[in-house]
Every structure is written in structure tokens, then in C-alpha cells.
């Protein structure tokens, strides 16, 4: 007769697991909420109505707390990305998914964007803010996308694709935090196609664009 200890430890550590999870995104909504001086151990523990004792057999302390909120909330970021984007085989589509994901994501979730904020006003001498971080850590598969594209003749060759990447999301990473500073004077749809039509088709017009080719070939032009 088999043992009933293996499934008792997979239950224990799911049970485990789960237990960290609630602590984790209740402590994340009572930081941006009371900020991370005002978010003690005891006011997490009083919330999820359990002793302040069972916090720290999570966690070690508050700012080890507080780190797992922001990667929990950057891991669910990148889970919402890949979610909107996996079975899209037309590349522009999967770009614009990702966008509208990611500006969805922070609108449903602005609990994070604070957690943003305050890590970076309170641990200024963390080596990468968890953000960048995870942006980092996440990006090969899009580095090798967009070097496809360009290599399909799809996107500019004389743009590095380290550029394009960089340039496209701190476009994305500025607007989501002056949609949580002053909110959104258009709707997402609005803002997410006016970003996908300025930074795919340009404001040029297109005599204005043939002009400025002209001018690449020979002519003096103070602008790009």
C-alpha cells in the first residue's frame, strides 16, 4: 500500500503556496493604498485576520514583503502580455496586443503602478528597480522577434533593434504613468490606436514623407 505522505507534503505545499499568495496581493493593495511607511506588519496581518507571527513565516520582514509584491505585480504584468499575444501568427497584431495589454493591465491594476512609484523613491540604492528588471529579463524573445521582422524586410533595417525596443516602451512606460498621474482624456481604444498609428505610419504625411526621401538623397534638411 502506497504511502499517503507524498500526496500530504503536495498538499501542505500548496496550501503553503496559496497561504503566500493572499499575503502577497493583500499586502500589495495596503502599500499603494497606506505606503510602505504606513504598511506595517501588524496592519497586513489585521487585514488578512491572522496573527502578525504567521506573516513571518513568509517573509522575513516588511521590505522583503514589499519586494514580492512588486515582482508578484510585474510577474502578472508579463503573464497578461503573453496571454494577449500567444496563437497571434500576424506580427503587427501581436505588437498591438501587446500594447493594449500592457496599458490595460496598469489601468485594471494601479495598486502596482504605486508600488512603483514607492520603490523608487525608497530604495534608490536597489541595483535594478524590479520594473527594468523584469523588462530585461523578458525581452529575448522580443529582441529575436523584431530582428526577424526586420530581416523579413518588415521593419527598418537602420534602426539597431535594441532602439526600437527601448524607444517603444519607455513610450508605453511614460504613458501609463501620465494615465495614472492625470488620467486619460481619450478612451484606451483611442489612445492605444494613436500610439500604434504614430509609431507604425509616422505623423508625416505622405507627399511630406516623399519629400523628406528626396532630401535624404542629397538635399540639406535641419529636421531628421
Known sequence: MASPVPSTVASESTHRAQRRQAIVEAAARLFAT?????????????????????????????????????????????????????????????????IRAYLAFFEEHPHYVELLIQERAIFKDRVRPTYFASRDANRGPWREFYQQLVTAGHLRDDIPVERMLDTLGNLVYGTMFTNHFVGRTVSLDEQFTGIMEIVFRGLFSEDERKSREGERLGVQSDVF
Open 34 to 98: 497606506e505606503g510602505y511607511s504606513g504598511c506595517e506588519m501588524e496592519r497586513v496581518a489585521a487585514d488578512l485576520k491572522i496573527a502578525k507571527g504567521t506573516l513571518y513565516l513568509y517573509f522575513a520582514g516588511k521590505q522583503e514583503l514589499f519586494f514580492a509584491c512588486v515582482d508578484w505585480g510585474m510577474q502578472q504584468m508579463q503573464h497578461a502580455l503573453r496571454i494577449a499575444t500567444e496563437n497571434c501568427p500576424e506580427p503587427f497584431q501581436r505588437i498591438a496586443r501587446a
